[in-house]
Antibody
């Protein structure tokens, strides 16, 4: 079955970086773009960016430009999201989600909790 | 950026009720709208896309409509498993996407 499995929870200090992984299975990895979305505690959903697993091209939300890097490893069908210069406001659950063509996101990972605290 | 405004932010309803949630875009989005359902501690689930197209496996009590800047999600007869938070999301400005603020549907 189609599945996205994310890496485990992280606790980071302010100023550090975090790298979250998302391993895809059950479909052709390079055929679907992948989004990253985050959700702060008790808040709504926030789109961070998208990566094309085929060529590696990316597009980031303006808010995260310069702090986020999305990469992929086609040999392991895994995408990565790295966020740098972490601050307390980055405490959130981070999701990867497969793009349903250009229509939205049809398959989601289970989420990775990132806590930023001194 | 296109802003998405959902209303109401929360509502209370009973099983069997008809529920309508509204999403307004800051500019026309030509039906480039998806709806998601999220339950506590879980990832969102895609319900509809292209404003009115039901995702595979989603019950037919969910429907969507609208055009231009104004869109609605309707649950024709609310079921116990439908109590959740619902989000709209525009993809007109793809790859840049934006979500609405969410509508929490609670039990009356």
């Amino acid at each position: 079955q189609v599945q996205l499995v994310q890496s485990g929870a992280e606790v980071k200090k302010p100023g550090a970086s975090v790298k979250v992984s998302c391993k895809a299975s059950g479909y052709t990895f390079t055929s679907y773009y992948m989004h990253w979305v985050r959700q702060a505690p008790g808040q709504g959903l926030e789109w961070m960016g998208i990566i094309n697993p085929s060529g590696g091209s990316t597009s980031y939300a303006q808010k995260f430009q310069g702090r986020v890097t999305m990469t992929r490893d086609t040999s392991t069908s895994t995408v990565y999201m790295e966020l740098s210069s972490l601050r307390s406001e980055d405490t959130a659950v981070y999701y990867c989600a497969r793009a349903k063509s250009s229509y939205g996101m049809d398959v989601w990972g289970q989420g990775t909790t990132v806590t930023v605290s001194s | 950026d296109i802003q998405m405004t959902q209303s109401p932010s929360s509502l209370s309803a009973s099983v069997g009720d008809r529920v309508t949630i509204t999403c307004r875009a800051s500019q026309g989005i030509s039906n480039s709208l998806a709806w998601y359902q999220q339950k506590p501690g879980k990832a969102p689930k895609l319900l509809l896309y292209a404003a009115s197209r039901l995702e595979s496996g989603v019950p037919s009590r969910f429907s969507g409509s609208g055009s231009g800047t104004d869109y609605t999600l309707t649950i024709s007869s609310l079921q116990p498993e439908d109590f959740a938070t619902y989000y709209c999301q525009q993809y007109y400005s793809t790859p840049s996407l934006t979500f609405g603020g969410g509508t929490k549907v609670e039990i009356k």
